[in-house]
């Protein structure tokens, strides 16, 4: 009788089969591949989170298209924005989250205009609820008092060309004895008119090349998205050069702070 076998019962686990060699690196290496793409799925999820989530509350990128406030910003220069200053909206709703400061006069502002709710447009507050604003002969005055603004530019001497979008000013002028007849405003002269509540008044620094409140009325509080910092990139479009956006770098104006 052969006595180096032992029969097992039959309800009695019986061992699993050895697992051939290459048939477990396979299984191996695909667990470890399994694992490798869902890590860097949960790291890609959570740096594009993040990165909307600054977007929406905190900084926002943006460009400067035109040259309404050359003198302080330039065409070509990119800017981050704090959003978070004048308390960031909240999307999908009406609400916005606490501000760190109200709009003043003099702050650089990133805005939705009301006749193009869709574009950012970039100015400078120079009127708060309640002042009353005139400009004559290129200067501005703020309840009666001329304003020193030194960064303020003007590249037109001769032409003071009237608008009749300008027109909207009547509704706001200091004097009731105003008609459409009488009112006759320009780019260089107008007013004086008050600033209502909750709204601000903002212009420009390169003044003659500014399409802003004088055109298209005040600036809603709710509008305003934010306030610039600095300047992260700049460069000179040169449509001769191809690699402009590279060798046309305003170095200079990397890292440069927005007043």
């Known amino acids: 009788m052969d006595h180096s076998r032992q029969d097992l019962p039959d309800d009695a686990p019986r061992p699993a089969p050895a697992q051939p060699p290459r048939a477990a690196a396979q299984a191996e290496h695909a667990m470890s591949t399994g694992r490798w793409v869902w890590e860097w799925t949960k790291a890609i999820s959570t740096a594009i989170l993040l990165f909307l989530a600054v977007r929406t509350f905190a900084v926002e990128a943006f460009k400067i298209p035109t040259g309404s406030m050359e003198g302080t910003l330039l065409i070509g220069d990119f800017l981050l924005v704090n959003k978070a200053v004048y308390g960031a909206e909240i999307p ?16 650089v502002v ?32 703020r309840n009666g008092q001329p304003q020193d603004e030194p960064f303020a530019r003007h590249t037109d001497p001769l032409g003071d060309p009237a608008d009749p979008r300008m027109e909207w000013q009547l509704e706001f002028l200091t004097d009731p004895g105003q008609t459409y007849r009488t009112y ?5 002269n107008w007013g004086p008119l008050w600033v209502p509540p909750g709204k601000f008044f903002a212009l420009g620094d390169n003044r003659d090349r500014s399409e802003d409140s004088r055109y298209w009325g005040f600036l809603d509080a709710t509008s305003i998205k934010g306030r610039p910092m600095f300047v992260y990139y700049s460069f000179q479009d040169d449509i001769a050069e191809q690699f402009d956006w590279l060798t046309g770098v305003r170095w200079a104006r990397i890292g440069e702070v927005i007043r």
């Open 92 to 107: 999908l709703t009406d609400r916005r989250l606490p501000a760190f400061a109200d709009p003043t006069r003099g702050d």
């Open 110 to 141: 990133v805005f939705l205009p009301p006749h193009d709710p869709h574009k950012n447009y970039v100015k400078r507050i120079v009127g708060m609820p309640g002042d009353t604003l005139e400009m004559r002969h290129k200067v501005l005055y």
């Open 184 to 188: 006759r405003p320009s780019r260089d």
